[in-house]
């Protein structure tokens, strides 16, 4: 997968160098690029911001360097890339669209500042490109490079060869639409508190179904909207019964 970075800050991505990231680059699983908008500026302040139409608080992003940017990153001559604009204003990013979006094959992210990016940015980039405006939740930061921190862990971790232990993903928290269930390890008892008997069983199939149940109730005491919107056929008279 290749993915591209576009920020004024390019310097908040050093982490992607470390740990899992980094060997997947080193792998070539994954071939990131991080670049400076400021590098498609001509001014001689570099200048990437300007204050908002209609008056207001703040800076806007303003759109040139930005058209300059996805015109060099998104060449027309090249199967466009699904643009993703880190937003409080987007649609939520989840477990489904990290496992989407590991599943193409070329990133383009847009870090915004300031109030944002001149909408026209990306109206522009849809007439040629898949565009999506992704909110990590609701709250705001000082821009969009955190988010794209965050997106692309959940995204790299997706891709083959990166995890170890490709099973762990089946049985983590969102992977069924579920939290995951409680986990334990050495010592058996641990300042008063004991691993649940089911896990020292050796029972597999009791190991499987306490697990499940446990996920459950999690997920209903902590997430209830997760269980609202699990599909009636994921629940089996079993999970009722518990
Ligand atoms: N551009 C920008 C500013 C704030 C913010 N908060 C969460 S994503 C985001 C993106």
């Known amino acids: ?5 576009v920020s ?3 310097e908040y991505f050093a982490p992607l160098d470390l740990s899992l990231i980094g060997r997947a680059r080193a792998n070539g699983v994954l071939q990131l690029a991080v670049h400076d ?3 498609w500026t001509h001014d001689v302040h570099r200048t990437v911001d300007d204050t908002p139409y209609g008056g207001g608080p703040g800076m806007v992003m303003r759109p040139e360097p930005w058209g300059e940017a996805l015109d060099a990153l998104a060449p027309v001559d090249a199967p466009p890339p699904r643009l993703l604009v880190p937003s409080p204003a987007g649609a939520p990013f989840t477990q489904a669209m990290a496992y989407e979006l590991a599943a193409e ?8 500042r300031y109030e944002g990016i001149d909408q026209r940015v990306l109206a522009h980039a849809a007439t040629r490109m898949p565009v999506t405006e992704v909110s990590l939740g609701d709250y705001v930061l000082f821009g969009g490079e955190v988010a794209v921190l965050v997106m692309l862990e959940a995204v790299t ?3 083959p060869g990166v995890l170890g232990n490709a099973g762990s993903l089946d049985e983590e928290s969102h992977a069924h639409g579920l939290l995951e269930a409680p986990i334990y390890t050495k010592p058996p008892s641990w300042r008063g508190h004991d691993v649940p008997e089911v896990l020292r069983s050796g029972d597999h199939g009791k190991i499987a179904r306490w697990r499940r149940e446990e996920g459950l109730l999690r997920t209903a005491a902590r997430r ?7 599909p009636t056929d994921r629940l089996d008279k079993r999970d009722i019964a518990a």
Do not use: K
Not at 1 to 5: F, H, S
């Open 8 to 10: 004024i800050f390019p």
């Open 1 to 5: 997968m290749r993915v591209d970075v």
């Open 157 to 159: 971790r997706l891709l």
């Open 105 to 112: 094959s070329h990133l383009l992210f847009a870090c915004g």
């Open 37 to 39: 908008l400021r590098t």
């Open 224 to 230: 209830p909207d997760l269980l609202a919107a699990l």
